[in-house]
């Protein structure tokens, strides 16, 4: 409730100064205008002074109009209030004055507050047109009382004197509010006024420093040695913020810290101190990039024991930039606790850092322009000694030199040397380009050279043959660098003549192919070893390679070299029995030995042959892969004769399971003649039967022949098989016989993937689950389980467990034959146990059975799980 009248007495403000005086003068006026309203209209309801409610209407109106006239102020419309309130009020007195008393009546006195109002709020142009209408009204009553036309009444003493004091209060309150405002309004001119004398004063004082600043500038510009440079910059900061305490750091050129390069006062004493980033006031400068300004540096939380104890007051530091990067930093202080640094002092210092930062780059681009230049001269001096090397180098006799044009090879200059290299004259060659003289088989080559020359700028180490009038030609090695004459880039060539030398060498290459074809062409290690096992020399084989590099077992003996964790002692006495029983008798002896590796064993075989009575040569050959031929031959003979044996078995048992149902049908075909003549057509069809079911198990028979003999012989794509999904899938094939005798079937979770041939191992799984269900017997509570039982070796073993009739130990090794089925009775034809194994060994895995008669049966069978395994 107080927040509510609180914004209802409250004036609003505007951005417009003037608006907001006038509506805060207007808001304050209406308030005291309703107030004594107000309590005009209750003194007249108690007393009843007068005859008619004119008088209370009018002031009710008056009262509205105030109200409104608010709000209008509170909606930003003042200009329109004002002009609301002028008229209104003129209006509705005008009214009352007309209605009332005329002349006499006070509302015509009112005509004072309006016209007041009018020219506080309104131009000149409506404050005089009020001003008119006022005057004009009391001229009006006037005439009108004169002539009769009006009755005079004279109100009662307490009724006047009560209205006239309504109208003494509001034009008191008008004058007051008048007063009141043209007294601020006097005050803040004059606040103005003093805020002009202290801006004038300080741009006074502005232009002072920048007077300072521009003698300064001139100052650094003159300087352009470093040092003197440094110097009058610590004298004018000094002077600037009149004190003789000035450091100056710069950064060292590798930037890993701040180094004192001139101090004043104070700082004398720490010519070449070394400040790092974030330590005290200068460190913090640096690792900011900002003025830092303390007016006490003791009670400051970055201060140093060792700044404290120079007894510093107010302190200020202000980095040197160059490129917005820090160079330095600028460093004044004050030892009087009562000096304080102002924030014009501090922009002044900032300016004058600003003009120091560029003066510093400006000395040290002298000093290096002056280091440069003393550089060129060295270098002009060093040129003109290597003109003279090169002078001596150029007239060489023993390197031919010459020197063309880039861009068409023109020949410029050469040496003696290269005439006589290349049996050319100067007259022949000087002014013309290696083109004309037919130096390169094609333009383009030339064009080729000039590229790669261009991009590499030198070309070393080529040969280059020169043509020799009818003999033989020249050969030579040539280099090129590219070098400038007279601003024209030209290739300065030179040719070291290699024509004896090549011929030395293609003879040395003839024999070295000589002899690396012989060495090519035996597949043997040789090793010369000596009487006592000492190994002298050594040659390689383009096939094997020793074990150890030969510089580590040349001079050693045979004993010493060979590691006795690696070969057996039998070994190494194998090879000196031979090596002695060689030098001995003078005829070859041979034996073979075994290499351990990680991968597969290798197997060499090592020939001794004598050199003399004290020498002889090992020829070490590999021989792993005779050694393999060797044991693949033994492997397949071996499942060779397994395969046989499998066919013998397979041919006996497939004969003898195929002759029952052809006996069968042989039989029964017989009984067909006879129902045929006696007319027993009921028996006649249930022959008929007898030979249909007899050829339907013959038929099953051979498809399940045929498919056992399709295993490994028609396979699917191998890939890599979630097996769970897999065992998933095969129990939605098997949910008939599953779902008939309600057995609950159990997948171990996180089953590993598998790699194999997915629709042979789906016959697995379909073969092994469906004995579990046709032997589950009479189990009330039937259960299949699937899953995993550890690994062997690199293959995960899974297994498939069921709680039925179990197998008896002693029929176990014959359940995976062919047509072995424990209970003749019933269905299939004893083939599936024998498909799963055959399934499973095609995949590298093995399978097994644990089980006991009457407590249910677990098949065991190892998988791969990739294609490594």
Not at 565 to 570: A, L, S, V
Not at 707 to 714: D, F, Q
Request: hydrophobic content about 45%; proline content about 3%; aromatic content about 10%.
């Amino acid at each position: 409730m107080l927040n509510v009248l609180r914004r209802l007495f409250t004036p609003p403000i505007f951005e417009n100064e003037e608006e907001t005086r006038i509506s805060q003068f207007l808001i304050t006026f209406s308030w005291i205008a309703i107030t004594v309203l107000v309590l005009m209209i209750l003194s007249r309801a108690v007393l009843w002074t007068d005859a008619t409610f004119v008088p209370l209407i009018t002031f009710g109106v008056i009262i509205l109009l105030l109200l409104f006239m608010q709000y209008l102020i509170r909606r930003g419309q003042v200009y329109k209030a004002g002009m609301l309130v002028v008229f209104g009020l003129w209006g509705t007195l005008t009214y009352l004055a007309w209605r009332a008393d005329g002349l006499r009546d006070l509302a015509v006195i009112a005509y004072f507050i309006i016209i007041i109002l009018s020219s506080l709020l309104l131009e000149r142009r409506f404050a005089l047109t009020v001003t008119s209408l006022s005057i004009a009204s009391i001229w009006v009553f006037a005439i009108l009382e004169e002539q009769g036309a009006r009755v005079l009444h004279v109100d009662q003493p307490i009724s006047y004197a009560r209205d006239l004091t309504g109208i003494t209060i509001l034009i008191a309150s008008l004058i007051y509010l008048l007063v009141t405002g043209w007294s601020r309004t006097l005050q803040s001119a004059k606040n103005e006024l003093q805020e002009r004398l202290r801006i004038e004063e300080k741009l006074k004082k502005q232009a002072e420093y920048l007077t300072a600043l521009h003698e300064i500038t001139l100052g650094l510009v003159n300087r352009l040695e470093l040092t003197p440079l440094l110097e009058f910059i610590l004298s004018q900061a000094g002077m600037l913020l009149n004190t003789p305490h000035v450091g100056l750091d710069l950064l060292l050129p590798d930037k890993s810290a701040l180094k004192q390069e001139l101090g004043y006062g104070i700082f004398e004493g720490y010519d070449g101190v070394v400040t790092f980033k974030g330590v005290g006031l200068t460190g913090q400068v640096w690792e900011r990039g900002e003025t830092i300004v303390t007016q006490d540096y003791n009670t400051w939380n970055g201060a140093t024991q060792e700044a404290l104890a120079s007894g510093f007051g107010a302190v200020i530091g202000v980095p040197l930039k160059s490129s917005n990067v820090v160079i330095g930093t600028l460093i004044i202080a004050y030892t009087e606790k009562q000096t304080k640094i102002t924030f014009e002092q501090t922009s002044l210092l900032e300016r004058f850092a600003a003009l120091a930062s560029i003066a510093i780059d400006n000395a040290r681009l002298y000093e290096a322009a002056q280091k440069e230049i003393g550089e060129r001269i060295s270098a002009e001096v060093a040129l003109r000694a290597s003109e003279d090397k090169f002078k001596k180098v150029f007239n060489n006799n023993n390197i031919a030199i010459s020197i063309v044009t880039l861009e068409d090879g023109t020949f410029i200059e050469a040496n003696n040397a290269f005439w006589e290299l290349s049996s050319l004259t100067p007259q022949e060659v000087i002014g013309r380009t290696s083109v004309e003289l037919n130096m390169w088989d094609d333009p383009q080559g030339r064009k080729e050279f000039v590229q790669r020359l261009l991009e590499k700028r030198s070309l070393q180490n080529i040969i280059v043959e020169f043509a020799n009038k009818g003999q033989p030609n020249k050969s030579s090695v040539a280099f090129y660098e590219l070098i400038y004459i007279e601003d024209q880039l030209c290739i300065l060539s030179m040719f070291y003549d290699i024509t004896e030398q090549k011929k030395m060498q293609d003879a040395l290459k003839i024999s070295e192919a000589r002899t690396r074809a012989i060495l090519a062409s035996i597949p043997d290690m040789l090793f010369e070893v000596s009487k006592d096992g000492t190994l002298l020399d050594f040659m390689a084989s383009s096939d094997l390679a020793p074990v150890i590099p030969p510089q580590q077992f040349i001079g050693k003996n045979i004993k010493e070299i060979v590691p006795p964790h690696i070969f057996e002692q039998t070994l190494i006495e194998q090879a000196l029995f031979a090596l002695e029983r060689t030098l001995e008798t003078g005829q070859l002896h041979a034996f073979e030995y075994e290499f351990p590796s990680e991968n597969e064993p290798q197997f060499f075989e090592a020939r001794v042959s004598a050199i003399s009575t004290e020498s002889a040569i090992i020829m070490v050959r590999d021989i792993s892969q005779r050694k393999w031929i060797e044991t693949e031959r033994e492997k397949l003979i071996h499942e060779l004769e397994e395969t046989n044996e499998e066919l013998e078995r397979f041919t006996y048992t497939v004969s003898h399971d195929l002759k029952s149902p052809l006996i069968t049908i042989k039989g029964f075909l017989g009984f067909l003649e006879q129902d045929a003549a006696s007319g027993n057509v009921v028996r006649l069809k249930s022959d008929i039967k007898r030979i249909a079911d007899a050829t339907d198990k013959m038929q099953t028979l051979l498809n399940d022949l045929l498919e056992l003999s399709r295993i490994g012989r028609l396979t699917n794509p191998y890939q890599q098989i979630n097996f769970e999904s897999l065992v998933r899938e095969v129990i939605e094939l098997l949910y008939g016989r599953l779902h008939e005798k309600e057995i609950q079937v159990h997948i171990q979770k996180d089953l590993p993937p598998v790699y194999g041939d997915r629709q042979r191992l789906s016959e697995v799984l379909q073969n092994l689950l469906d004995n579990a269900a046709k032997f589950m017997g009479t189990q009330p509570k039937p259960r299949i389980e699937i899953g995993q039982n550890g690994y062997e070796g690199d293959k995960a073993v899974f297994f498939v467990k069921d709680n039925g009739l179990g197998i008896d130990p002693a029929h176990q090794d014959r359940i995976f034959g062919l047509f072995n089925k424990l209970d003749a009775k019933t269905d299939g034809t004893g083939i599936g146990l024998a498909l799963v194994k055959r399934i499973i060994e095609i995949h590298g895995g093995r399978i097994w059975v644990e089980s006991e008669a009457g407590r249910g049966a677990a098949f065991f069978f190892t998988l791969p799980s990739g294609p490594e395994s």
